[in-house]
């Protein structure tokens, strides 16, 4: 197990930690991490019946899609969220140059993982643990 600190900035960060708790695949990537330290219950979009969520388990896709199917989420779907959220923010009463610029380096990071994926298509190995 490995912990993560590189979010730790502020008082809602501080308290959220993320643990890497599974090994590296064959990439030299880790597939699970346990985020935890935060109270959903005052969450008001915390739909939890029950006893809210106080951690969340984040499984990255794991092994080629044919052999395995889709098992996890990707880098592309993290980055969607995040973009998303930050065009929300510059749309509404929270616009700032800080957002803007890290927007435009999550686009350009979404731009260079969609390139890879394009070329991997191209030559016929998407999907596949060939380099």
């Given at each position: ?14 308290t959220i930690s ?114």
């Amino acid at each position: 197990m490995r912990t993560i600190n590189e979010h730790k900035i502020n008082p809602a960060n501080d308290t959220i930690s993320i643990t890497v708790t599974d090994a590296p695949g064959s990439g030299g990537a880790n597939h699970r991490y346990e985020i935890g330290g935060f109270d959903a219950s005052k969450n008001v979009s915390c739909s939890t019946v029950g006893a809210p969520d106080s951690e969340l388990v984040l499984m990255f896709q794991n092994g080629p899609i044919p052999e395995n199917g889709a098992n996890g989420v990707t880098h592309e779907v993290l980055l969607a969220i995040v973009a998303d959220r930050l065009r929300s923010f510059q749309a509404g009463p929270f616009a700032c140059k800080a957002n803007a610029c890290a927007l435009t380096h999550i686009e350009e990071a979404q731009h260079w993982l969609q390139q890879r994926t394009i070329e991997r298509m191209r030559r016929g190995v998407e999907g596949t643990h060939t380099v």
